[in-house]
């Protein structure tokens, strides 16, 4: 479960389910995905899917 809010250098894993017409609920592994972050001075996104904090108390949604 994500936390509610990040504070500076809290991190936690980006975990991404995929739907198919063959298959639902599919763990994507990072390797499938690109990340970004249009904030960049308040998060950073590892190719690894690592979301970490840059500033303080940043809610989910200010970077989902």
Known sequence: QPPTYLTIGASFPL???GDFADE???LLPAS???FSS???AA???GADGVVEALADRLSLPAFV
């Open 15 to 17: 975990v991404v389910i």
């Open 24 to 26: 639902s609920g599919v």
């Open 32 to 34: 499938f995905m690109s």
């Open 38 to 40: 249009s904030n960049s």
């Open 43 to 45: 998060v950073s996104i």
